[in-house]
């Protein structure tokens, strides 16, 4: 029912444990992977669906997108908005909303190492590996001890979300011109103890260690030593098998990387050639050569771009489109973020071996000390006697773009309003970037890119390097198409 | 296969000492409602009745139902009824991939025919053959039928399952349909809400699976003991409706002294949902805690019945100067209307499966 098999033709999915469904078409020469064809098989049509409504319905209706990148939606959404307004929402409001940005962030990432990205590593195949018992204990599906303590771990953190949103997936307190909920000293208090509980779980059980200790690691050398003998973690732990398995030599695709920037005040960039550089909106486009959509005659800038699903079409294999910078294909991640942020460890590791399965992974865990550390500090700057929220009216005609930072990378929403209502909404998600399929140059996308020259054993039906960089790119398949 | 486990030999396998599995007995019949006499009938049930597995399967969806199950507030509730489920089927949890998964459902189907539960998150797009959600090569649609056919029971999962939720909004795309529309011939237990509360999902698994039936249903097909207040009933912030004291805009001086939502665009008076008894995020709030009006999700049609942010007007006004017997009656007056709504509603999809 899965996978059919031909000479030289294999199909994978569906993917269990990842958000929503994927299948991959891969073409295999001389044990490994020569070209590889991404489908996201699973189409709602929410831009449809918000043409004609009122422009606040988009921040019921947006979030509903993704059930793991709600608040990511909904700041996208409410970005928008408030570029459509020329709002401007008060301190309070800007910090409030980025702690549950970055809260989100973290639970994902939190989630994709354990229950997603690890768990694939307790397989039978793996056995005679050293490291394999200890894998087998802490992460076989669903019953490894670090899996359920993880889990338990992010129910904690996401107590944030109570506070400050009522209620997580699908928060209503993220408003155009603020929050609605104004957080009183206790609350504060509060959100400072949630934080530091987190803290100390990742010190106790991730890192070993003091993130502070973390947080120094700023050149390979210094990462190596940590792998060699550094404190007992699951951190180290991966060291080892990324050392163990080449993990580095694996997934590696255009080393081209962009991010909308986390947080106010960090910019939009791109870090491409071993550099950082601007990033222009403008040059942002989408390409329907080979998605199963009309308007596949040129490539649509989102502000003039259409959804129209076509199922007659043959040449498309996807109902994800292309998005394009400057005509070309960019990876999107906490790798990109780093990068873009200019993270001289993150810099080292995709100067050395570009974006593969480990450097992602590392990013990833990175950003998860980093963070933790922020949020900290802004809990701090909150001031519960300020305002929390600006009365902002919408204006009938105009456009908007917003932009934010989900886990997985940058998220766009372009959003255009006539006589009150929404007259286009085009969405942008950063699994549409990452597991794009070809355009009209025949170029594929990042993943289908980083899954040439994997390895395949002859006879295997479910490649296991091929589900470790499909899961290094911490796939989101129900925000890829909506 | 020899003999079917046990749900106790299943959670021992797990980990779980006997000490733990006692106390989650006396949880679950709190949870449910029920008196403390009823815990060593739980207890009793769990070891001697053959564990039923539960499929979930996954369709056009967002996952926020997983999402909020996976929180259910008292650990080790979530652990023993995850471990419950987890050793089945589903998309997002598992260990096995592609043809192993495959392979789980059709061992289950066969080993437990008639036996077995479903529980459906998301729902079948109908339009073009089902193709806008494809599941290994097939359309869902298919694989919802082919697994419905020999189970016991489904559960349908939050709103999209129950009703059709946001991708079923106008013009509904992909033809979104809610679960009993597309398996006519199986009780269907609807558990809505986007996403249904963590507790009430893990309470009402652990109903089913401890006393091997369905519990109370209301017209639409819900648990009554989860179902039957609305949200307006058991509201923290009901005086203020009582007293007529509203907040007008977010962040003014009545939000902040936690004034009735009413005026903001509140659902609250016609829902029907536990948030404001069980609460989210393992009971620290829910949407009116933190300031904002429900919106209803849990409702059939939420997603078309006009502006989140407007008042209700199908429930009569007050001024400050009524007082609270009065408003008492007028809503009490609307809730009858409501309901007998639903009741012509679900009447008319009666006759309408009849013909089919």
């Known amino acids: 029912m899965s996978e059919t098999e031909s000479p030289g033709r294999l199909i994978v999915g569906p993917f269990n444990r990842v958000e929503g469904d994927l299948e991959v078409q891969l073409e295999l020469g001389a044990g490994q992977v020569t070209s590889a064809r991404v489908n996201s098989p699973l189409f709602r049509g929410f831009e449809r669906i918000l043409e004609g409504r009122s422009p ?50 973290l639970g994902d990432h939190l989630t994709h190492f354990h229950v997603f990205f690890m768990p694939d590593f307790a397989r039978a195949a793996y056995a005679g590996r050293p490291w394999f018992p200890l894998v087998e204990e802490r992460f076989k599906a669903a019953a490894g001890s670090a899996v359920r303590e993880a889990v338990t771990a992010r129910a904690g953190l996401f107590h944030v979300f109570g506070i400050m949103g009522g209620k997580w997936p699908h928060t209503l307190t993220i408003q155009p011109g603020g929050v609605a909920r104004a957080l009183d000293a206790r609350d504060k208090v509060r959100l400072g103890a949630i934080i530091t509980a987190f803290r100390h779980y990742l010190e106790r059980s991730l890192f070993g260690a003091p993130l502070e200790a973390v947080l120094a690691l700023s050149d390979l050398d210094a990462l190596d030593a940590w792998r060699a003998q550094g404190p007992e973690g699951n951190f180290r732990l991966f060291l080892e098998i990324a050392h163990d398995l080449g993990l580095r030599g694996l997934g590696r695709a255009f080393d081209r990387f962009l991010s909308y920037g986390a947080g106010p005040g960090a910019g939009a960039g791109t870090w491409r050639d071993g550099a950082g550089g601007d990033l222009d909106f403008g040059r942002i486009a989408e390409d329907h050569s080979f998605a199963r959509m009309t308007g596949r005659d040129r490539r649509h800038h989102p502000f003039d771009g259409s959804t129209e699903p076509d199922g007659a079409d043959e040449a498309g294999y996807s109902w994800c489109k292309a998005p394009r910078l400057g005509g070309l294909p960019f990876e999107t991640g906490a790798i990109a973020r780093r990068l873009v942020a200019g993270d001289p460890l993150v810099e080292a590791l995709a100067l050395r071996d570009g974006g593969n399965v480990e450097s992602r992974v590392i990013a990833r865990l990175l950003e998860l000390a980093r963070e933790v550390e922020r949020i900290g500090s802004l809990v701090r700057q909150l001031e519960v006697k300020g305002d929390w929220h600006v009365e902002t009216r919408l204006p009938d005609e105009g456009r908007g773009l917003g932009v934010t930072e989900a886990a997985r990378g940058a998220l766009g929403h372009w959003l255009r309003v006539e006589g009150g209502r929404i007259a286009a909404y085009q969405i942008i998600a950063p699994t549409t970037w990452n597991f794009s399929p070809r355009d009209s140059d025949g170029v594929p996308g990042p993943l289908e890119k980083a899954l040439e020259g994997t390895p395949v054993a002859d006879g295997e039906r479910v490649p296991a390097a091929v589900q470790h960089v499909v899961r290094s790119f911490d796939p989101c398949m129900v925000c890829t198409v909506h | 296969m020899a003999r079917l486990e046990t749900f106790y030999e299943v959670m021992r396998r797990q980990g779980i000492t006997r000490r733990s599995f006692l106390k989650y007995c006396s949880l679950t019949a709190a949870a449910l409602g029920l008196g403390p006499e009823f815990a060593p009938r739980i207890a009793h049930a769990m070891e001697t009745k053959p564990r039923t597995p539960v499929l979930w399967l996954h369709g056009l969806e967002c996952t926020c139902c997983s999402e909020s199950f996976i929180r259910s507030a008292h650990p080790l509730a979530k652990d023993v009824v995850l471990s419950m489920i987890s050793l089945d089927y589903d998309d997002t949890l598992m260990a096995s991939a592609g043809h192993q998964a495959e392979a789980i459902l059709d061992e289950i189907i066969r080993d437990y025919k008639g036996n077995y539960i479903l529980a459906v998150e ?21 694989q919802l039928r082919y697994v419905a056919e020999h189970s016991k029971a489904i559960i349908s999962w939050g709103s999209c399952a129950s009703f059709g939720c946001v991708q079923a909004a106008r013009p509904n795309p992909t033809r979104a349909t809610p679960v009993h529309q597309v398996i006519t011939n199986k009780p269907i237990i609807k558990v809505p809400g986007c996403p249904p509360i963590a507790e009430v999902m893990t309470a009402v698994v652990t109903y089913m699976l401890t006393f091997d039936r369905i519990p109370e249903l209301d017209r639409q097909g819900r648990p009554k003991m989860f179902y039957s207040q609305r949200i307006h009933d058991k509201c923290y912030r009901r005086p203020h409706f009582d007293a007529g004291q509203f907040v007008e805009h977010f962040d003014d001086e009545g939000a902040r002294k936690g004034y009735c939502l009413y005026k903001m665009g509140c659902k609250g008076p016609t829902t029907y949902n536990a948030c404001s008894t069980i609460r989210w995020n393992e009971g620290t709030s829910f949407p009116i805690q933190a300031g904002h009006g429900c919106i209803g999700c849990s409702e059939d049609g939420f997603w078309d019945k006009g502006s989140w942010y407007a008042r209700l007007t199908d429930i009569p006004q007050f001024g400050i100067e009524a007082n609270a017997d009065q408003i008492g009656l007028t809503v009490a007056g609307a809730a009858g209307a409501a309901i007998a709504a639903h009741t012509a509603v679900s009447a008319l999809k009666r006759a309408q499966h009849k013909g089919e």
């Open chain 1, 56 to 105: 606040l319905d988009a921040l019921v209706i947006v979030p509903r997108i993704c059930g793991i990148c709600s608040v990511s939606q909904s700041m996208a959404a409410v970005s928008a908005l408030e570029a459509l307004a020329g709002a401007a929402p008060p301190p309070n409001a800007v910090i409030a909303r980025e702690i549950m940005r970055a809260v989100e962030n």
């Open chain 2, 122 to 142: 998301g729902n079948p797009p109908l339009n073009e053959d089902g193709m806008y959600c494809i599941i290994g090569g097939k359309p869902f649609v298919d």
